[in-house]
């Protein structure tokens, strides 16, 4: 009866998410042996993505058997597959309850409230765990996720090193190790990780595609050869992906430019593959936010949302500088560094979703393949119809959320969830007196560099070249509007200004915080802070040029990205004509 709740919400490369079939089959003897047909043909219904066949027959079930913990489970996961996870939390509690001997209905708990950002009681279930099984893998594997979570990263450390040392035939242990390495600046402790991946667990896809990541990691030829052996029509769609963007780094290192172009460009073909992405989903919401969002618009609603000062929002694309800004900035005395967080994104798509009657996942602009007709609908509706109640209420609830992550008692944090560009509107009404930050590079450089990362959370954005010219287009477009209609509330940083000089942009940047300044933000690679992003390598050294102008190489092939981007790669870094 195992269901697999190992949740990857919000996700991104992470030493925090790695799974494996092995902790997979330790987790099947979790739970009893179906009893009942009904609840098992459920169950493989579920497990094949079928949720609309099994939650009906639970729900008949449980009209007959309401206290049912196997059918509560189950319920639990239709729900956690719905990303309703305060009903999975509150169905589990129960399973709990009525089968307290159950280690799957406590397990799954942990990944959910985990996954909520309640490490309190994740660490506490799983702590009862494991003192009826101390040595269970998955017991100490999901203990260890939860405790980077709450940055106890020594005691992290044990556990994963302990994992790495016990089951060395398994690739994924060891990345998961070599991820949390990294992500702490032990990068040299990384690679080694990622190389006894290959070396005792065999070829390991992961353990290449994690080497790529580390962008300082230069591969031999060996390597290469290594690589061009495991590519194979056999593998799966992921893995050949992921071997072919490790590849186009491995050629790139060895500037054989065509080849290196070639690998990338298949490896996004093949993510691209079976996702229904609309490019213009952006477009249409860039329009009706510049309709929406006039002078009269917020000065009609001046006095409204919530009075705090505390949110710093680092916004823009991907591969855009923002982890460098944010390192910098949580170097100083007052400012707590909370990296990526989707607590916009999943608050606001709560609330349309109850205005449109829809589920959350479906109103959340991360969901860029999502996001064209109901979104736009339900926004503009909801930024028309909400009063002032209502956006302080998001202000509090936001507020509320991202204190379930803070550490500190520093005064202000940081953001760093680049899609709330799309929300720049609701973020003023809610937080008027909240920083913004614009995080821009080079279009060409940005895009290039999009264009060949992975992004474990998904970006399909960044799978075409015209599409990411076009979504930068729109992003560079919406800023402009917001520019004109809030005159200096966004405050841009250029990343190659900021490579230039320093010290200059961060004194800039730091007046627009009321923020004094301090010599330690621009010694942020000395920070022991864990940066969870695939710029967690580049944080850890002084500032450096090779990271501009890494697109030039490969001008031949980037015609479709230029034309697609049009007149903002013309002007840059002014905006485009037309843009107000």
Not at 197 to 204: P, R
């Amino acid at each position: 009866m195992m269901l697999n709740m190992q949740i990857a919400r919000d996700r991104k490369f992470s030493p925090h998410e790695e799974t494996t079939d092995f902790l997979d089959a330790k987790r099947e003897k979790f739970f009893p042996a179906w009893r009942n047909r009904q609840l098992k043909d459920a169950a493989d219904a579920l497990s094949e993505g079928r949720g609309d066949v099994a939650q009906p027959i639970v729900q008949r079930y449980l009209e007959k058997h309401p206290d049912d913990p196997p059918a509560l489970h189950l319920m639990a996961d239709i729900a956690r597959r719905a990303d309703q996870l305060e009903e999975a939390e509150r169905l589990l509690l129960i399973c709990i309850e009525n089968d307290p001997d159950c280690p799957g209905y406590r397990f799954n708990y942990a990944v959910i409230v985990r996954t909520l950002g309640k490490y309190e009681e994740a660490l506490a279930a799983l702590n009862f765990l494991l003192k009826n099984d101390a040595r269970n893998p998955v017991f100490r594997d999901q203990k260890a996720r939860v405790l980077s979570h709450m940055e106890r990263f020594t005691e992290a450390l044990t556990y994963r090193r302990d994992l790495a040392e016990e089951y060395p035939q398994i690739a994924t242990v060891w990345i998961a190790y070599g991820n949390l390495l990294r992500y702490l600046g032990k990068q040299d402790e990384a690679i080694t990780a990622y190389h006894k991946a290959n070396q005792y667990a065999g070829d390991s896809i992961a353990a290449y595609m994690r080497l790529a990541d580390l962008k300082t990691y230069r591969f031999s030829e060996a390597d290469t050869a290594r690589m061009q052996q495991l590519l194979s029509p056999d593998l799966s769609i992921e893995d050949r992906a992921n071997l072919c963007f490790a590849l186009g780094a491995a050629y790139g290192d060895q500037k054989r430019y065509a080849e290196s172009f070639d690998s990338y460009a298949k490896a996004n073909a093949l993510l691209r593959t079976g996702v229904d992405f609309d490019p213009d989903g952006l477009t249409a919401h860039r329009m009706r936010c510049e309709a929406l969002f006039t002078e009269d618009f917020f000065r009609e609603r001046r006095s409204w949302g919530c009075e705090s000062y505390a949110p710093i929002f680092i916004i823009g694309m991907p591969r855009s500088g923002s982890t460098l800004i944010e390192q910098m900035l949580c170097s100083h005395s007052a400012i707590e560094g909370l990296g990526e967080l989707a607590e916009v994104d999943n608050i606001v798509g709560g609330r349309l979703a109850s205005l449109e009657g829809g589920q959350p996942h479906e109103y959340r602009i991360g969901a860029w393949f999502e996001f064209p007709g109901g979104f736009v609908r339900a926004f503009s509706r909801a930024m028309s119809e909400w009063n002032a109640e209502d956006f302080c209420a998001i202000g509090q609830e936001y507020l509320a959320a991202t204190g379930n992550r803070r550490k500190s008692t520093r005064q202000l944090f940081t953001d760093k969830g680049l899609t709330n560009f799309g929300y720049v509107g609701l973020i003023h009404l809610s937080f008027p007196n909240a920083r913004i930050i614009d995080a821009r590079r080079h279009p060409l450089d940005c895009g290039w560099s999009c264009f060949k990362s992975r992004f474990p959370a998904g970006q399909p954005f960044a799978h075409r070249l015209a599409d990411i010219g076009k979504h930068y287009a729109n992003y560079v477009r919406l800023m402009a509007h917001f520019d004109r209609v809030l005159p200096g509330r966004i405050h841009r940083v250029l990343y190659e200004d900021l490579i230039a000089d320093p010290e200059m942009e961060l004194r800039r940047l730091l007046d627009y915080l009321d923020l004094p300044f301090e010599e330690g933000c621009l010694r942020f690679h000395e920070n022991k802070r864990a940066a969870n992003t695939l710029s967690s390598t580049q944080v850890r050294v002084p500032l450096y040029k090779t990271g501009m102008a890494q697109w030039q190489p490969y001008e031949p092939w980037l015609g479709r990205l230029k034309t697609a981007l049009g007149d903002v790669l013309e002007r840059y870094p002014d905006v485009p004509d037309g843009a107000f």
